[in-house]
């Protein structure tokens, strides 16, 4: 793409003020800043409370509607209550495999091209279960979130043959499958064949005591070459999980992307993390791109990769980069 700016970011072995403690301390300071101020964030901390109240540790989407999956976030007015009989039919939509599958395009914002799909998985349509959001907290709350997730990644898996030559498919799965019964999932890879172009995204839960585990990590690791992680920048994605994880692909929140182009913190904190990811030797991808001017922004700081519906909204098909898009792209 003609005209862009690339991200120049110093060697901090040529800058000692620049080291990796003050990128750290950057992103920290920046996340404060973003995400609703230092006194917020320090109170707990000042006053010895968790500021969290027993029990309401849930999971939402943190996407458009147009998007996948769930991350954990306290429980607010817009989780939606699942009926008895809603929750109880989780059982039946796996076991009949009643699940959808969406593709969304990840674009190559230089190249102008479609670089993969990511696979969102859906409920049945026309049901309180169609969102991923009560689809997965139904599954969780009926304690078959591992055998949802399964079925979830086989039915992604089963469309990588009808994408375009070239492209990647990412696929997506639960760090929580991955501690309580991580060979649904390992399984359901192990029997790809073309794995050579999967990238399997995790998402950092927030649940107590979960964290990282490097056993299922390393035999994911094994069988996939591109792991991704997802949702960077919300509450409860930190920063050990860029060395945990050891990711080939960094998903950017769409928290910190929209609105990026009138947020000078915003735009620092992306910058840095295009920067982070130059030294580490991940790609960094911004999620949530809705707006034009977000999207000529991030292309200023430096990303080559972005997804959201300014780019391509999610489809039944591959669907190539609309007229519109590549015009944008310039």
């Known amino acids: 793409m003609t005209g862009q700016k690339t991200t120049r970011c110093q060697d901090p072995a040529a800058d000692s003020k620049l080291n ?36 309401r540790s849930r999971f939402r ?57 990511e696979a969102l998985c859906r409920g049945p349509g026309g049901t309180e279960l169609e969102s991923p959001l009560a689809l997965f907290s139904a599954a969780e709350a009926a304690g078959l979130l591992p055998e949802l997730d399964e079925q979830a990644l086989r039915n992604a898996l089963r469309v990588l043959p009808s994408l375009p030559a070239g492209t990647y498919l990412f696929v997506n799965v639960d760090p929580r499958t991955l501690v309580r019964k991580p060979d649904l999932v390992l399984r359901a890879l192990e029997e790809q064949p073309c794995r050579g172009r999967l990238i399997v995204e995790v998402t950092e839960h927030g649940e107590a005591g979960l964290g990282w585990q490097e056993e299922p990590l390393e035999r994911l690791r094994r ?45 620092t904190l992306l910058r840095t993390l295009v920067c982070l990811g130059q030294r580490m030797g991940f790609i960094p991808v911004a999620e949530g791109v809705e707006a034009a001017p977000d999207l000529q922004a991030i292309l200023r700081l430096g990303f080559r990769h972005a997804q959201g519906f300014v780019l391509g909204q999610p489809s039944p098909y591959p669907a190539p980069l609309s007229p519109e898009v590549l015009t944008a792209l310039g």
Not at 260 to 265: E, L
């Open 61 to 117: 989407n943190r996407k458009h509607a147009g998007s996948r999956r769930t991350a954990a976030v306290n429980r607010s007015k817009e989780e939606p209550r699942l009926s008895a009989a809603g929750t109880a039919s989780i059982a039946a939509i796996i076991r009949q495999n009643r699940l959808r599958v969406l593709l969304q395009p990840v674009v190559d914002l230089v190249g102008r091209t479609v670089y993969g799909y």
């Open 223 to 267: 069988l996939v070459e591109r792991i991704a992680l997802d949702d960077v920048g919300n509450r409860h994605a930190e920063l050990h999980s860029l060395v945990a994880v050891r990711p080939a692909y960094v998903k950017m929140d769409r928290s910190l992307v929209q609105g990026v182009s009138q947020d000078r913190r915003k735009a």
């Open 20 to 55: 990796i403690s003050s990128v750290v301390f950057l992103l920290f300071f920046a996340f404060l800043s973003t995400s609703g101020g230092v006194k917020r964030h320090l109170r707990p901390l000042i006053s010895g409370s968790t500021g969290r109240k027993p029990g």
